[in-house]
């Protein structure tokens, strides 16, 4: 089982984005993030960038949203990470109070978690618990159709398919409008094959310092049992935000 852990971190830029809050005449959110942890060492040197760009967009009955990471480490000059991930996911908003409608379609191609391509795509329902400003809690439940071309070995490669449910909360909460909290847990089984299943997880706390600036530490976990892989990220950084 193949873990990466990042101990000591170098303030560079990071952030994680839950939830734009948008207003009456905000349409537009763009968020840059960009980490950098680092730990020299006797016994060797690890580093790992991380940059991620997200731009929002949201209108009186939708939200269109896409973000581009990547992740990129190294650890005694063997490669850790060299992960990307590119999304675009809609909410659509009808009549039913605090619910809406959701569409995703995701790319993937991960060293770390031994992933050659991988293509998600399905749609779901969600329903916001808490729904102000400074509260929001939301759990989302849907179906994603799983086209992936991984390594399940060394010396294995495979190329399978599978629908798998995608279960999804959400949070977000602000304090005096200075400090933020946000979450978001999924947890994707496959419908179809046994003991094979997603764990993404991540918690981020924030320090605003402008309106365009803040402090934020992130932790981020994640598990691909059909590889028996996962991965563990801490960062310190800034993020540098825009409405529009």
Do not use: C
Not at 23 to 40: I, L, P, Q, S, W
Not at 56 to 70: D, F, G, P, R
């Amino acid at each position: 089982m193949q873990k990466t852990f990042i101990i000591i971190p170098l303030l560079l830029l990071a952030g994680f984005t839950a939830r734009a809050q948008f207003n009456d005449t905000t349409n537009y959110h763009v968020v840059f993030n960009g980490t950098g942890t680092a730990n020299r060492a006797p016994e060797g040197n690890t580093y790992l960038l991380n940059n991620g760009l997200r731009f929002e967009m949201k209108k009186e009955s939708i939200a269109l949203n896409a973000t581009n990471t990547w992740v990129y480490g190294k650890s005694n000059g063997a490669l850790t990470n060299n992960d990307y991930s590119s999304s675009v996911d809609f909410n659509l908003y009808k009549a039913i109070p605090h619910a809406y409608y959701w569409g995703l379609a995701n790319y993937n191609t991960s060293y770390s978690l031994k992933i050659n391509n991988q293509l998600l795509a399905g749609g779901g329902i969600a329903y916001s618990i808490l729904d102000k400003p400074n509260a929001y809690l939301n759990l989302s439940d849907g179906i994603l159709y799983d086209l992936s071309d991984i390594n399940t070995s060394d010396t294995t490669r495979e190329l399978y398919y599978t629908y798998r449910n995608s279960l999804r909360l959400q949070m977000h909460f602000v304090f005096n409008n200075l400090i933020t909290i946000d979450s978001g847990n999924f947890w994707q089984p496959s419908l179809t094959r046994k003991n094979d299943h997603i764990i993404r997880t991540n918690f981020a706390l924030g320090f605003k310092i402008t309106n365009w600036l803040a402090l934020n530490s992130s932790l981020t976990y994640n598990r691909i049992t059909r590889t028996k892989a996962e991965n563990t990220l801490l960062t310190y950084g800034l993020k540098l935000e825009k409405f529009f």
